[in-house]
C-alpha cells in the first residue's frame, strides 16, 4: 500500500480547561464551593478574598473587584478612648495584684473557654455508664464483667451479647460463672438511662416501668403489656389487650399512652450525630405583589486579584515571570466562572419561581407539574445544565429553605384534561389523613374515590406509594381507641 499525506477539515468540539470549570463550579454546592475557594487562594499567590485585607482609604486593593462592588463596606473600627489608668495603690489595697493579677485574669478567661468547650462536647454512651460504673461499690472483677458488656451495647443501649456467649469469649483460666455475669447484667439495666442494657424491646420498655413510683397509674397493666402483649398492641388489636387486661377502653387508653410515652431507644440520646448545615444559595421576596428572587450575598465568596503581584507583572513581562501570568490568567478565569455560576443560578432560581408562584402563596397542594426541559426552554441552557444548577443548590422562602429539585416532578392526568402534582397529590393524601376519623382512619381505596371525587384520578397502588413516602403508617396501624 502507498503511503501519501492528505489534508482534512472537521469540527468538533472541544471542552477548554475554562469550560471544564465553569462546568465543576456549577454541580458544587455552596459549602463544597468555599472548600473549593480555599484550595484555590492556598495555591495561587494571586487569588486571594476581597474582603481580607483593606487598605488606609478603606477600600479594597484589588485590580478586579467583580463582586466587590455586592457586599457592603466595613464600617470603619471605633477609634480608641483614652481611659485613665486606676492607681497602683488601689490594686496593692485589694491585696492580690502581688499576686499575679495580670496573669491570674487572663487565666480565668482561659479556663472559662475550656469550660465552655467541655459543656458542647457530649459524652458518648459508653463514657457515661463507665463513669457511673467507677461510683459503683463493686469489686475490680465485678466492674471488668460490668465493662465487657458495657463495650457490647449498640448505639440504641441494648445489650447485643447473651451471657452464655460472653462465656464462650472469656478465656477458661479466669472461671467466670454465669451467675457472675447475669449480676453484672442486672447491675448494668440500673444504670442511667433507664432501659440499657436491655436485650431486646420488650426488656428495655418493662425496666422503664419499672423505674417508675410504684402509684402510678396504669403502670401494672403497661408492665404486662410490654412483657406479653407487645406485639398485640403494635398491630393495634385492642380487642384482644382488652380481654388479656380485662378492662375497658379509658384503662386501655391510658395504657397506651403510658408506653408510648417511653424511649425505645435509650442510648440515642448520647449518639454522636454530624451536623449538616444548608446554605440558601438564593432567596425568595414577595416585593409589591411579585415574588423576586435575589442571590443570598452571604454564599457569595468575593474573589479578587492581588495587587502587588498584579502591578509586578505589568512591569515586567519577561519570561522569568511566565508562571505568575499563567497563574493570573488563572485567577481572572475563576472570579469570571464563579460570577457565571451565581448568574445561571439566579436565572434558572426565578423561572422556577415564575412557574410556582402558586406554591409561595398557597402551600404544596398549589404546586403545579414541572420537568427540566420546561426550564431549559425558558432559560435558553440544556437540560443537564439546569440539572447541575438544581443539585444541592437551595432556596429560602417564606415557606422554608427548598432545594430547587424540590419544585420539580411528575404529573397527573385530571379528568378536566389538566395535571396534578405529584406533590399536591401528597400534600391532599396528608390532609386527608390528618383530617380522618382516628377510631375509622382511611384505607388507600377510600383516599383514591375521594380523591377521585375531585377530579384527580390516581390508582390505589400509587396512593400507597406517596403514603409511604410521607411515613404515614397503614390503616391498621392508623385506628386508635
Known sequence: MKQSLQLKLSQHLTLTPQLQQSIRLLQLSTVELNQEMEAFIQSNPLLERADAEWDEEGGGSSAEQPFESRAEA???APEPRETEAPAMDEFDEGGWWSEGAGRGGRDDEDEEQDARQAVAESPTL??????????????ERDKQIVAL???????????????????????PELEVEEIEVQTAVKHLQNFDPPGVGGRNLSECLALQIECLAPDTPYRAQALQVVRCHLEAL?????ASLKKALKCDDDTLRGVQQLIVRLNPRPGA??????????????????IKGVWTVNLNQDAMPKLRVNKLYADILSRNRDASHSQLSAQLQEAKWLIKNIQQRFDTILRVSQAIV???????DHGEVAMRPLVLREIAEAVGLHESTVSRVTTHKYMATPRGVYELKYFFGSHVATETGGACSATAIRALIKQLVGAENPKKPLSDSEITQLLANQGIV??????AKYRESLQIPAVNLRKSL
Open 74 to 76: 466595613p464600617e470603619p
Open 234 to 238: 403494635a398491630s393495634r388489636d385492642y
Open 458 to 463: 390516581v390508582a390505589r397502588r400509587t396512593i
Open 149 to 171: 458488656l458495657i463495650d457490647a451495647l449498640d448505639d440504641d443501649g441494648y445489650l447485643t451479647i447473651s451471657p452464655e456467649e460472653l462465656l464462650a469469649i472469656l478465656p
Open 354 to 360: 415564575d412557574r410556582q408562584r402558586h406554591f409561595f
Open 269 to 286: 440520646d448520647f449518639a454522636q450525630t454530624d451536623t449538616r448545615y444548608v446554605i440558601p444559595d438564593v432567596v425568595v421576596k414577595k
Open 126 to 139: 459508653r463514657q457515661h455508664l463507665n463513669w457511673q460504673l467507677n461510683l459503683m461499690p463493686l469489686s
